[in-house]
Structures are given as structure tokens and as C-alpha cells.
């Protein structure tokens, strides 16, 4: 019994971290992936990249033999990229822009210590992610909040994405998370819903009955993915539907 203790609470602790090694991503969060190289094209391995937005959530990584890197698991939202590696200058990109499941490309370049480097990114992500066969379009808080929304449920938004359908909205489910809809001709429970990472669903039924719907003055953005996702985005036969509300900064903000 002495002997089958420690392998077992081995065991267990495998379980327990297998989730969070395999979703590398999910549903409500983006990553920044990209190249490291130096002034001659040539890759720089070891470089440490480092992704910070304005509530100061801080991610890093560290480039591979091949110069590639990944930064994973980042809400939605601008950050600021700098890499950096000894006997080179620190490179900074600013205005990184990550969206909700998808990877921001960023290729960087060192120069040598001797001289003063920095890239400032302002372009938008690509339209077309090149990287991931999955299908769905982000609705980003500027769409939440200018678009007329009668009913002020988010999930109304979501059939502007092709492939998804939904009934016209009865006046008596106004601000609820009643809004049913349908993704490639499947059942509207065969949906799965994430708030913030945390599953949404009602448990037995797997639609949103009464399900108290965030503001969408609140949200950053959100996103219907309709087909060809991956297994880190979820596993039901209809569209994944993923929001992220905001989060703080150190600037005093708010509307009425």
C-alpha cells in the first residue's frame, strides 16, 4: 500500500493538469503567435516575448529553436509585445489587437545592442485567419453598443454571422437569454455558451432559459463559431457561442 500511495496521488495529478496543458486556447480568449529573427533574416531562439494589455494581465514566452513563438490565453483587447534577448536591443510593438479566438500573427525583429529598436504595430488582425480552419465572425463592442438591439441580448447580434438563424424575438423575452437559434440546420440545444470561460448552458437542457445576460455596454467582444473548430473549442455539434465581458484599466471610464 506504501508503494501504490504516491503513484496513484501521481495519477490523480495528471488528470487534474491534463485540461490546462491541451486548451492551449479557448473559446473567450486570442493569442499573439509569430517569428523572432534578427537584421539578417536569421531566427533567434531564446528570445523572450512578453504581451501586456492596459488592466496589466502579463503573459510571456520564450522563442524555440526555429525562432517561433506563442503566447496563449489572452483576453480580447489591445496589448503592448516586447521581446528581448541578451546582447540584443528590446523591441516593443504597440496596439496589438487580439480578438476572441483567433491568433494574432506578429513577426518580430531584433537589432544588435548597439542599436535602438521599435515597431509599432496599428494595423488591424487579418481579415481571413489563415492558421485555423474555423468559421465565425467576432462582434466587437462597437457593434454591441451602436447597433440597434430592442431586445439588449448580445446573442440577437450572432445571426449576422452565415449559417445561423433565429426566430423573431418575443417582446416578453426582452433583457433575458431566451434567444434560441440555430447553427448550420442544428438544434438550438446542441449549442454550447460561454461567459468569461465559465459554460453557461442550463444543465439537462443545454439551451439558456432566464439566463441573466450581461449588459451589452459590458462586453467586449463576442463570437458564434459555426464549424470546423477544435477540440480546445468545445465539443457540441452546433455553434460555439463565446462572450468576454471587459475588464478594468487604471483610467477612469464609464458611460450612462
Given at each position: 500500500?506504501?508503494?501504490?500511495?504516491?503513484?496513484?496521488?501521481?495519477?490523480?495529478?495528471?488528470?487534474?493538469?491534463?485540461?490546462?496543458?491541451?486548451?492551449?486556447?479557448?473559446?473567450?480568449?486570442?493569442?499573439?503567435?509569430?517569428?523572432?529573427?534578427?537584421?539578417?533574416?536569421?531566427?533567434?531562439?531564446?528570445?523572450?516575448?512578453?504581451?501586456?494589455?492596459?488592466?496589466?494581465?502579463?503573459?510571456?514566452?520564450?522563442?524555440?529553436?526555429?525562432?517561433?513563438?506563442?503566447?496563449?490565453?489572452?483576453?480580447?483587447?489591445?496589448?503592448?509585445?516586447?521581446?528581448?534577448?541578451?546582447?540584443?536591443?528590446?523591441?516593443?510593438?504597440?496596439?496589438?489587437?487580439?480578438?476572441?479566438?483567433?491568433?494574432?500573427?506578429?513577426?518580430?525583429?531584433?537589432?544588435?545592442?548597439?542599436?535602438?529598436?521599435?515597431?509599432?504595430?496599428?494595423?488591424?488582425?487579418?481579415?481571413?485567419?489563415?492558421?485555423?480552419?474555423?468559421?465565425?465572425?467576432?462582434?466587437?463592442?462597437?457593434?454591441?453598443?451602436?447597433?440597434?438591439?430592442?431586445?439588449?441580448?448580445?446573442?440577437?447580434l450572432l445571426t449576422l454571422t452565415p449559417g445561423t438563424s433565429s426566430a423573431i424575438?418575443?417582446?416578453?423575452?426582452?433583457?433575458?437569454?431566451?434567444?434560441?437559434?440555430?447553427?448550420?440546420?442544428?438544434?438550438?440545444?446542441?449549442?454550447?455558451?460561454?461567459?468569461?470561460?465559465?459554460?453557461?448552458?442550463?444543465?439537462?437542457?443545454?439551451?439558456?432559459?432566464?439566463?441573466?445576460?450581461?449588459?451589452?455596454d459590458t462586453l467586449q467582444e463576442c463570437i458564434v463559431?459555426?464549424?470546423?473548430?477544435?477540440?480546445?473549442?468545445?465539443?457540441?455539434?452546433?455553434?460555439?457561442?463565446?462572450?468576454?465581458?471587459?475588464?478594468?484599466?487604471?483610467?477612469?471610464?464609464?458611460?450612462?
Open positions: 500500500m506504501k508503494l501504490r500511495m504516491p503513484i496513484q496521488i501521481f495519477l490523480l495529478a495528471c488528470l487534474w493538469l491534463a485540461p490546462a496543458l491541451v486548451r492551449a486556447q479557448s473559446p473567450t480568449t486570442g493569442q499573439v503567435a509569430g517569428v523572432v529573427k534578427d537584421a539578417s533574416g536569421a531566427v533567434i531562439s531564446g528570445a523572450r516575448v512578453t504581451a501586456t494589455n492596459e488592466a496589466g494581465v502579463e503573459r510571456s514566452a520564450t522563442t524555440d529553436e526555429n525562432g517561433r513563438y506563442a503566447v496563449p490565453l489572452l483576453p480580447p483587447g489591445a496589448y503592448r509585445v516586447e521581446a528581448d534577448k541578451e546582447s540584443f536591443s528590446k523591441a516593443t510593438a504597440e496596439n496589438v489587437v487580439v480578438r476572441i479566438t483567433e491568433t494574432t500573427v506578429l513577426d518580430i525583429r531584433l537589432e544588435v545592442a548597439s542599436q535602438k529598436a521599435s515597431i509599432i504595430v496599428t494595423s488591424e488582425p487579418p481579415m481571413v485567419q489563415t492558421d485555423t480552419a474555423s468559421r465565425g465572425d467576432v462582434i466587437s463592442s462597437e457593434t454591441l453598443t451602436e447597433l440597434p438591439l430592442p431586445t439588449r441580448n448580445f446573442q440577437q424575438s418575443n417582446s416578453s423575452d426582452l433583457g433575458r437569454g431566451d434567444t434560441a437559434f440555430n447553427v448550420d440546420g442544428q438544434r438550438a440545444v446542441s449549442n454550447f455558451i460561454e461567459i468569461n470561460g465559465i459554460d453557461a448552458n442550463s444543465i439537462g437542457t443545454g439551451s439558456t432559459p432566464n439566463l441573466a445576460v450581461p449588459a451589452t463559431q459555426t464549424s470546423q473548430y477544435d477540440a480546445s473549442q468545445g465539443r457540441n455539434a452546433g455553434g460555439i457561442e463565446a462572450a468576454e465581458k471587459k475588464s478594468g484599466t487604471d483610467q477612469f471610464h464609464g458611460n450612462i
